[in-house]
Nanobody, 123 residues
Framework: QVQLVESGGGLVQAGGSLRLSCAAS????????MGWFRQAPGKEREFVAA????????YYADSVKGRFTISRDNAKNTVYLQMNSLKPEDTAVYYC????????????????WGQGTQVTVSS
């Protein structure tokens, strides 16, 4: 069982930045493809970004491409989401997720989820 704990959310003005972290309990973290998803009030949860377990390749939703950067530090069992040029429409609860030896953008495929961290962007 992999436990994922997100942190780094908060309130920020439009145009500002935040960095989210997701710490995993699993010592074989390097074997997991990792993803970030978000759910805004009244909306379904949607894909934000993913990073490969094998070659570090990254994938982004069109809505965040060029503003958000996903990265991982396998030595710290942590995946990050650097969010720049934030917009009010980025307001959501952000979740990280883990999938054993796969890198996917489909949320139903992921095996483990964190509890989420709230990001609020004021205009």
């Amino acid at each position: 069982q992999v436990q994922l704990v997100e942190s780094g959310g908060g309130l920020v003005q439009a145009g500002g930045s935040l960095r989210l972290s997701c710490a995993a309990s699993e010592r074989t973290f390097s074997n997991y493809g990792m993803g970030w998803f978000r759910q805004a009030p009244g909306k379904e949860r949607e894909f934000v970004a993913a990073i490969s377990w094998s070659d570090g390749r990254t994938y982004y939703a069109d809505s965040v491409k060029g503003r958000f950067t996903i990265s991982r530090d396998n030595a710290k069992n942590t995946v990050y989401l650097q969010m720049n040029s934030l917009k009010p429409e980025d307001t959501a609860v952000y979740y990280c997720a883990a999938k054993w030896r796969m890198t996917v953008v489909t949320q139903s495929t992921y095996d483990y989820w964190g509890q989420g961290t709230q990001v609020t962007v004021s205009s």
